[in-house]
């Protein structure tokens, strides 16, 4: 009686060679790191969000109490803060930062504020005066 064509090819086959082994090892650590690195720079991204989207919403909670009031609520150095580490000086009326992010008055004539977050360094600036949100740099001074 003849083998068939599937017994006969693989008789002879060793398995999985060792070589074999660590080439699907080396595949699936590149995979991992990849992913672990696209999933790092979301997260970092989505902080940056929130930082801004923070500093977009204290805007308009100031340009309310402004039309009101005729003055912006804050005083130069003063920070709004949803750090725990970072006590808050002031509130501002409909409010409330997120969790890690910190509002800072740097200057009050013109009337400008900077948005940090906790988990990055990025560091963003509104001008009231010019009405535009810009990246000015890092937390570390770059």
């Given at each position: 009686m003849t083998k068939g064509?599937?017994?006969?090819?693989?008789?002879n086959s060793q398995g999985i060679t060792m070589v074999g082994l660590i080439a699907v090892?080396?595949?699936?650590?590149?995979?991992v790191v990849v992913?672990?690195?696209i999933l790092q720079a979301g997260k970092r991204a989505a902080y940056e969000i929130t930082a801004k989207h923070d500093l977009r919403m204290f805007?308009?909670?100031?340009?309310?109490?402004?039309?009101e009031n005729e003055e912006y609520v804050g005083e130069e150095?003063?920070?709004?803060?949803?750090d725990p580490g970072t006590p808050s000086d002031f509130s501002v009326?409909?409010?409330a930062p997120s969790p890690g992010v910190v509002i800072t008055v740097v200057s009050e004539d013109p009337f400008i504020v900077t948005s940090t977050h906790a988990k990055v360094k990025a560091v963003?600036?509104?001008s009231f005066e010019e009405g535009i949100i810009k990246r000015i740099g890092d937390k570390n001074g770059k």
């Open positions: 064509y599937c017994t006969s090819r693989f008789a090892g080396f595949c699936l650590i590149i995979v992913g672990a690195l805007v308009e909670a100031e340009e309310s109490y402004y039309a150095r003063d920070v709004v803060s949803g009326e409909g409010f963003f600036e509104y």
